[in-house]
């Protein structure tokens, strides 16, 4: 009986060129693959850190309403900073967007009139405020508000030490603090800090100087 020795069975061997190209198939597919992961981590991120800056620092606001007019008209988008309360007091002057306080779950849209400690006359169309620095009382210039504008109403309030009193520009129009009376400081959530839309009036809100 013949005994038959085994065949050892060869792999054929794969020309260079196919064995490059495999390679570069390879690599090309690795990176893809980090690029892909790359992308990935840089849209989460992204993601994190925009949530961050709406929820800590800036927040849009789409204005409602015609009680800021002519400062603001409906419609215009502005970019509200929550950061700056955080270091320092809220100022006469600026446009604050603050917490109804008759509407829970909606925003409000006023600029500040009176300060913490401060007492507000409203008479005869004048805005008068007393302070330590004007016990006799100021007549509160606005060059903001249009030359038609009357401040109606007949109130005085004396603000504690963390109230403020707010009214719209658009006197006639406003449902503010003649009407629901001062509001807390907590109940501020920031203050105007850009306009981005409409882009013909895009930029950078100031507060007004007064001369008190």
């Known amino acids: 009986m013949t005994e038959l020795d085994p065949q050892t069975e060869e792999t054929p061997e794969v020309p260079l060129e196919q064995q490059q190209e495999r390679k570069i198939v390879r690599r090309t597919l690795e990176a893809v693959g980090i690029f892909f992961l790359e992308l990935i981590k840089i849209a989460v991120l992204a993601g994190i850190t925009i949530g961050l800056v709406r929820y800590f620092l800036f927040k849009p606001f789409y204005v409602k309403g015609q009680s800021m007019e ?37 925003y409000y849209l006023k600029r500040i009139i009176g300060l913490p400690g401060e007492q507000v006359k409203i008479d005869e169309n004048k805005v008068v405020i007393y302070n330590t620095d004007h016990p006799q009382g100021v007549l509160l210039e606005e060059p903001y508000l249009d030359s038609d504008i009357e401040t ?46 409409p882009f013909t009036r895009m930029g950078v809100i100031e507060a007004p100087m007064y001369q008190l």
Request: aromatic content about 16%.
């Open 70 to 106: 002519s400062t603001f008209f409906q419609h215009e988008y502005l970019i509200i900073d929550e950061l700056s309360y955080r270091f320092r007091a809220p100022q006469r002057g600026e446009v604050i967007v603050f917490h109804a306080p008759t509407e829970p779950g909606d």
């Open 152 to 197: 109606k109403g007949s109130v005085f309030v004396t603000l504690g030490d963390a109230e403020y009193f707010v009214m719209g520009d658009n006197r006639e129009a406003s449902f503010d603090s003649r009407r629901f009376g001062p509001i807390s400081e907590d109940t501020i959530v920031g203050r105007t800090w850009v306009r981005g839309y």
